[in-house]
């Protein structure tokens, strides 16, 4: 610890970053990736047809399946293709339980113009990879919320410190200044910072939120006890269905569901209705809760409640219940983003980029800032030293190349492969350990760039690879006006893209760096592993060469 | 949507070259005069506002406020880079994006 508050708060921003940089890179990059979870879902499964039924097919051909299904169930729920989050119609049926035990369940993915069930290829999806990012993998998922806990815990008070470290926060809101090394490195650093700092400090906080039950059981427990049976008792109280109706036990037909929609439609306007949830079907007692797209953050819809019997409107539910239910789903659905557009969702997709760079460029710095002391060791980098670069390295560059081939895994692994979406996560954590243990045996500088190239051609070989295995690639999604799978393959030869010039220009920084140190480089291979080449070449200004 | 981000920008610019460090990124051999300071720097504030009610005005309040945050990060980023890569282009866009907006 240093003297001096500034000092202090300095010492807690750089090592406490420093500490849980890796995790927390891993967490936002996958996290912001599920932004577009849908997208990449859609995209990994290039079978599923594009939905352009009507509202009238699609419930026509739910309620037949439902039926045939699911007869005599205790809920139905069905998904019309109307928005994002659906693009294809979804249904969901829970049959009564028995003794206090829950019934079976079942959902299923329909084709709205034929009726019939579709499956496509098993995949991990862009789900698998959004969970990730508070779940991580191969391990318990309550072990999981915790180390994702504290890593949060560890990023509010960098974003806290860095408010109160950055000395200039007005007066270099809009200054970036390239080529002088550690200053644009913190330069750079603070720009990624300052600009989305509400967002940062929104996702952080908000995250912390989704397990706050997890991470502060013992409030709950000094009410409810401890236990599972506690727990649950809490769960049920807090997400109580206040209006459920119980069946009357006598059959009666269900009322057209297409005049509800029709009425929900006259009051919100076309293509509003996100969903329709359907208790007792086939009862006297039957109702129809019918919701409205997403308009706010509250992360639940508005909805129009009707006797599924009778088909007559009852009740017009607000989307806010209690005052600090409302507080709370307003910061997870902030968090989630569930309710926004394409445009937001961009602007969102854009904040989580700044975000993860945001926290890559603080691990550069960390290191930057050491390197030059650590070359005029006599005998080389520290261990320390050298393991930070070659994680940051192994991370930064090498964590996107694992979801690329998390994604090539997913087009060329065997579509009749069992445990394919198995492998496609495992080839995600090989290809990443891979990367992780490559700049053990390179030069530190050589080897971003390496890696830099393999990132570049990792992504923009995607929409290539895309076109030789499916018939779903870019000329046939761009004639076809499919923005999905033309905006995914897009996004992916921007990326390709953007690898490569960061390639092209650390490659030029490497030519430029004296030839001296490039001599020392190659010629005293006594500290052959990691760095050495060039005394930092990134502090190297042109005009200095 | 896209005069939204418009706005944005438009606040960011003023905003900057209210700051004469920014100011000689676009007009080199100027220097920034106290009343032009001034000038930039009310429009920028006062445009902060505007772009605030019409984002709001645009997708309600709650929305409005998510998407005014994610349009000036975005704003700032861009400009930031453009006034120092490409400062005539930074200027050039304060008249492009709303003019693109109303196509």
Redesign the interface.
């Known amino acids: 610890m240093k003297n001096g508050f500034r000092q202090s708060m300095s010492w807690v921003h750089t090592w406490g970053g420093l500490s849980v940089g890796w995790i927390l890179f891993f967490v936002f990059l996958t996290g912001t990736l599920g932004y577009f979870d849908t997208e990449i879902d859609r995209w990994m499964k290039p079978e599923l047809p594009k939905d352009t039924s009507t509202m009238a097919q699609s419930l026509a051909v739910a309620e037949a399946r439902l039926q045939e299904k699911a007869e005599g169930a205790e809920r139905w729920f069905i998904s019309p293709p109307t928005n994002r989050d659906n693009p294809n119609l979804r249904i969901f049926w829970q049959m009564p339980g028995k003794d206090g035990e829950r019934g079976v369940r079942g959902n299923e993915l329909l084709d709205s113009t034929t009726g019939d069930a579709l499956s496509g290829r098993a995949t991990g999806g862009g789900q698998t990879l959004y969970q990730m990012h508070y779940a991580l993998h191969y391990l318990p998922t309550n072990v999981a919320y915790w180390i994702v806990g504290i890593s949060s815990m560890f990023m509010l008070l960098a974003i806290v410190t860095g408010v109160v470290i950055h000395k200039k926060i007005f007066k270099d809101f809009f200054t970036f200044r390239p080529q002088k090394g550690q200053r644009s490195w913190l330069d750079m650093h603070n720009l990624l910072s300052v600009t989305a700092l509400p967002f940062h400090f929104m996702i952080t906080y908000s995250g912390l939120i989704f397990f706050a039950f997890t991470y502060m059981p013992l409030i709950v427990a000094s009410s409810y006890g401890t236990g599972d049976d506690a727990e649950r008792k809490f769960f049920d109280e807090l997400f109580a269905e206040t209006d459920k109706v119980e069946p009357a036990n006598s059959p009666a037909n269900l009322a057209s569901l297409s005049a509800m929609v029709a009425i929900a439609e006259s009051r919100w306007g076309e293509n509003q209705v996100r969903y329709l949830d359907i208790t007792n079907p086939g009862d006297a007692n039957a109702r129809v809760s019918i919701g409205r797209q997403l308009n706010s953050p509250l992360r639940a819809s508005p909805e129009l409640v009707f006797d599924g019997a009778t088909g007559e409107l009852l009740n017009d539910k607000a989307a806010a219940t209690s005052a600090p239910r409302t507080v709370r789903d307003t910061f997870l659905g902030l968090h989630e983003g569930l309710f926004a557009n394409t445009a937001l969702r961009w602007l969102y997709f854009l904040s989580g980029l700044l975000g993860t760079i945001m926290i890559a460029t603080g691990m550069i710095l960390w290191t930057v800032k050491r390197r030059p002391a650590q070359l005029k060791k006599t005998n080389g980098p520290d261990f320390g030293h050298r393991l930070v670069e070659s994680l940051n390295l192994g991370t930064i560059v090498g964590l996107p190349i694992a979801i690329a081939a998390y994604f090539w895994a997913n087009r060329l692994l065997p579509v009749d492969y069992a445990a394919r979406s198995e492998w496609e996560i495992h080839v995600l954590f090989l290809v990443w350990l891979a990367t992780l243990l490559y700049p053990l045996s390179r030069n530190i500088m050589r080897g971003w760039v390496d890696l830099l190239w393999v990132a570049a051609a990792a992504y923009g070989l995607l929409p290539i690879i895309n076109a030789v295995t499916t018939d779903r690639h870019l000329a046939n999604s761009l004639a076809q006006g499919d923005w999905l799978f033309a905006g995914v393959d897009l996004t992916f030869l921007t990326t390709g893209i953007l690898f490569a010039i960061a390639a092209i220009k650390l490659q030029g920084r490497l030519r430029q760096a004296p030839q001296a140190a490039r001599d020392a480089a190659n010629n005293k291979k006594v500290i052959s592993n990691t760095t050495l080449v060039a005394q930092d070449v990134s502090a190297q200004s042109p005009e200095a060469t | 949507?896209l005069f939204a981000f418009a706005l944005a920008y438009i606040t960011?610019i003023s905003?900057?070259l209210a700051?004469n460090?920014?100011f000689q990124q676009v007009w080199p051999q100027q220097k920034l005069s106290p009343r032009m300071a001034t000038l930039l720097r009310n429009s920028g504030w006062l445009l902060l506002i505007l772009t605030l009610v019409y984002c709001a005005k645009l997708t309600?309040v709650?929305?409005g406020l998510?998407?005014a945050?994610?349009?000036?990060?975005?704003a700032?980023?861009v400009?930031?880079?453009l006034?120092?890569y490409a400062p005539r282009l930074a200027l050039a866009l304060t008249v492009t994006i709303p003019a693109l907006s109303f196509i």
Request: positive net charge.
């Open positions: 949507m960011c905003l900057s700051m460090r920014h309600g709650a929305v998510v998407l945050l994610g349009l000036f990060s975005a700032v980023c400009l930031t880079l006034l120092h």
